[in-house]
C-alpha cells in the first residue's frame, strides 16, 4: 500500500494575509476543467497567466475571503514578486492532483486501464458518497487519496470479518469476483479490478 500524500494543503501568504489552499477532490475536478485539462492549466501556470493564477487560488482556497484579501494584497506588488510568491505553492499542488501513475516492475509499463482525469474523480465521488457513505461535502472535502485509502480499509475491513473466496474453485474469473464482493458485504457487481486501477492512477 502506497502512503497518504505528505501534503493535503498548502499556504500561501503576503502582506499579512494567508490563505490556505488544499487538494481536494472539488479543487481537482474544477481545476482539471478549468482549461479543459492539467496540461493547458499547467501551460497558463508556466506563462503566469495571471487570470489563471487568481481562479486557481480562489478555487483550491478553503475561506473564499481569505483568498480575496490575498489575491487584493497581491495584485498591487510588481508581477515578478506576485510570481515568485505563488508559482512554487501552485506547482506543488498541481503536483497533489497528478502523481506518478504506478508501473509493472516486469515490463516497465503502466498499470491498469487508462481513465481521464474526469472519469477517475466522478467515480471517486460514486466512491466516497456510495460505498463509504460519506456526505457529499465531505467527499468533496477529501483528497483523492484520501478516498482511495479509505476504501481499501474499508474492503480490507470486510473481508476480514466476512472472509473472501477467493480459494474456491470457480468457473470464471467474473463468478470469482462477484462471490467475493458478496463476501466482503459489497455490490456483487463492484469493479474491482477497475478500482485498482483507479487507486492506482491517484498516488
Known amino acids: 500500500m502506497n502512503p497518504l500524500a505528505a501534503e493535503t494543503e498548502f499556504t500561501l501568504s503576503h502582506g499579512g494575509n494567508t490563505v490556505r489552499l488544499r487538494a481536494s ?14 496540461g493547458p492549466l499547467i501551460t497558463k501556470l508556466d506563462q503566469f497567466d495571471t ?7 480562489k478555487i483550491a482556497a478553503t475561506d473564499h475571503s481569505a483568498a480575496q484579501r490575498f489575491l487584493a494584497s497581491i495584485s498591487t506588488e510588481p508581477l515578478q514578486v506576485y510570481k ?14 497528478l502523481p506518478t501513475p504506478a508501473t509493472d516492475t516486469t515490463s ?13 474523480y466522478a467515480q471517486l465521488y460514486q466512491i466516497g458518497t456510495g460505498w463509504l457513505g460519506w456526505t457529499p461535502a465531505e467527499t468533496w472535502h477529501a483528497t ?18 466476512n472472509g473472501t473466496t477467493a480459494d474456491k474453485d470457480d468457473t470464471t474469473q467474473t463468478e470469482a469476483d462477484r462471490d467475493a464482493n458478496i463476501a466482503a458485504g459489497l455490490d456483487p457487481t463492484f ?11 491517484t498516488f
Open 108 to 120: 516497465g509499463k503502466p498499470k491498469g486501464k487508462t481513465l481521464s482525469w474526469s472519469e477517475a
Open 84 to 97: 515568485q510568491a505563488v508559482t512554487g505553492t501552485l506547482s506543488s499542488l498541481l503536483a497533489a492532483f
Open 191 to 201: 469493479d474491482r479490478a477497475g478500482f485498482e486501477a483507479l487507486r492506482l492512477m
Open 51 to 57: 487570470a489563471t493564477i487568481g481562479n486557481m487560488i
Open 144 to 161: 483523492p487519496t484520501e478516498i482511495t485509502e479509505a476504501l481499501t480499509g474499508h474492503i480490507a475491513r470486510l473481508e476480514a470479518i
Open 25 to 38: 477532490l472539488r479543487s481537482a475536478l474544477r481545476l482539471e476543467r478549468l482549461h479543459d485539462g492539467f
